[in-house]
């Protein structure tokens, strides 16, 4: 059972995706 692990990976994809759809979203102006 590698939950957790995926769990966390996700938490840190997300955290990623947070960081750079903030930019993104400025970039692109949407």
Same mark, same amino acid.
């Given at each position: &059972? ?11 994809? &997300?955290?990623?995706l947070?960081?750079? @759809? ?6 692109? @102006?949407?």
């Amino acid at each position: &059972m590698t939950k957790k692990k995926i769990s966390k990976k996700i938490l840190e994809t &997300m955290k990623r995706l947070k960081n750079n @759809g903030i930019k993104l979203c400025v970039a692109t @102006g949407r």
